[in-house]
């Protein structure tokens, strides 16, 4: 009986002049070394291909003046954006020496913005005014804002660095300040009034539990009566003036609220009127006039759901 025959498996080889060119996943053989196949390569569509890292690199080595005109056109969200892309950069805007540039850009891009507070960097001042990122725990949408801190704070999950213990941690303070000094009317801490979600007539006086070890730590390191009596005049002076600053912050973050509001809302308005005159041109306009107030509120509750524009494609 004659031996089975076994099914072949090499592939055949291809000529030496030719190779095997990959197209639309078909191997198929075409001569390379004559000018049709190359122009048949040529006319292949191109692959996208990303561009070439760091090609920005050298950036930050421009000269100054040059440099200046093209960062000073950022916002400072940008800015502190542009610091965390790589060390160069955040060792170029991170210097105290550039803090004209910083003051430049948010003069330019934000002009109703209060003025630098004394306590806080350039830096800092951006972060705590257009990035919404808890100073806790960095996740982002951290909306409670402690102005006279200088923080953001998640809700729940980072409040156990605030200390609302009034009653507590004035009588620890007092019982470590009176006997050294006697009574003072000083305000020692700064404060912020936190108020129940819940029940707003709830209100609970917050501190910052490391200013609070901050005090702690200064008022030990001082001996005499008059560096102790002078320590709290200061801490008096920064606690009014940080009050001064928490208030222009927080009447500045809400009047841009209310604006962000009115502009949600003119373009609300907006796509409810192009609606209406579509529905007009349609063949409604009679049944839009003989519609009351709360026939057309139910009907821009159910047709303007987002403040867009309204475009040809209904959206």
């Known amino acids: 009986m004659p031996p089975r025959k076994k099914a072949r498996t090499a592939k055949p080889k291809a000529p030496n002049n030719s190779t095997a060119v990959p197209n639309a996943g078909v191997s198929q053989t075409q001569d390379t070394s004559s000018p049709a196949s190359t122009s048949a390569m040529q006319n292949q569509p191109r692959r996208a291909v990303r561009g070439r890292r760091g090609g920005l690199k050298d950036l930050p080595n421009m000269p100054l003046d040059i440099l200046m ?15 965390r892309t790589s060390k160069e950069w ?8 550039q803090e004209p540039l910083w003051k430049t850009a948010r003069m330019q891009q934000e002009p109703t913005l209060p003025d630098l507070p004394p306590f806080m960097s350039e830096p800092a001042y951006a972060n705590l005014m257009f990035f919404k990122d808890c100073y806790g725990c960095g996740k982002p949408n951290a909306y409670k804002v402690y102005w006279i801190f200088g923080i953001r704070l998640c809700k729940h999950t980072c409040s156990d660095l605030l200390r609302l213990s009034f009653s507590t941690l004035h009588s620890e303070i007092h019982s470590m300040v009176v006997p050294e000094v006697g009574q003072t009317e000083y305000t020692y801490l700064a404060y912020a009034i936190v108020r129940d979600a819940h029940c707003s007539r709830n209100v ?22 008059e560096e102790k009596l002078r320590f709290l005049k200061e801490c008096n002076e920064v606690v009014m003036k940080r009050s001064e600053v928490a208030k222009e912050l927080c009447d500045w973050d809400l009047a841009r609220k209310q604006d962000r509001q009115h502009e949600l809302q003119n373009v609300r308005d907006e796509r409810f009127s192009a609606i209406k005159k579509r529905l007009s041109d ?28 309204l475009t040809d494609r209904g959206t």
């Open 69 to 83: 005109e093209i960062v000073v056109l950022l916002h400072p969200r940008d800015l502190l954006n542009l610091a």
């Open 90 to 97: 955040r060792a170029f805007l991170m210097n105290r020496r």
């Open 204 to 225: 609970q006086v917050a501190f910052l539990i490391s200013e609070v070890e901050l005090f702690r730590q200064q008022w030990q390191a001082l001996t005499t009566k």
């Open 282 to 309: 349609e063949g409604w306009a009679e049944e839009l006039v003989f519609m009351g107030s709360k026939e057309l509120a139910r009907l821009r509750d159910l047709a303007v759901k987002r403040p867009v524009k």
